[in-house]
């Protein structure tokens, strides 16, 4: 199972970005996924997730200005992320809780991490 992001860049204050993360693989179902993001000498620190059932959960720092959402046909999980601010700046890490089969306990995969820098 591979989960490779991509999106992240150099943006100003009040404008947006868009990561993308594609789940491939040996994938029976994938329950759960989700957004973190690290800064140097901070632990990481959940962003968003998306149930498989469509249940979305956000940090409140976030609320508001990032949408998570989950193509279940594609795999692929997206962070819309706007009006950002320069406390979004941090590399951006995707995350999936899935089961490669059916009789398979679920697991816990990561992506590359992607960096969002937002300058003032």
């Known amino acids: 199972v591979q989960l490779q992001a991509s999106g992240g860049g150099l943006v100003q204050a009040g404008g947006s970005l868009r990561l993308s993360c594609v789940v491939s693989?040996?994938?029976?179902?994938?329950?759960?996924t989700g957004w973190y993001r690290q800064t140097p000498g901070k632990q990481r620190e959940l962003v968003a997730d998306i149930s498989r059932g469509g249940r979305t959960n956000y940090v409140d720092s976030v609320k508001g200005r990032f949408t998570i959402s989950l193509d279940n046909a594609k795999n692929t999980v997206y962070l819309q992320m706007n009006s950002l601010k320069p406390e979004d700046t941090a590399v951006y890490y995707c995350n999936a809780r899935l089961k490669r089969a059916s009789y398979e306990y679920e697991y816990e995969y990561w992506g590359q991490g992607t960096l969002v820098t937002v300058s003032s």
């Open positions: 693989g040996r994938i029976f179902v994938i329950n759960a």
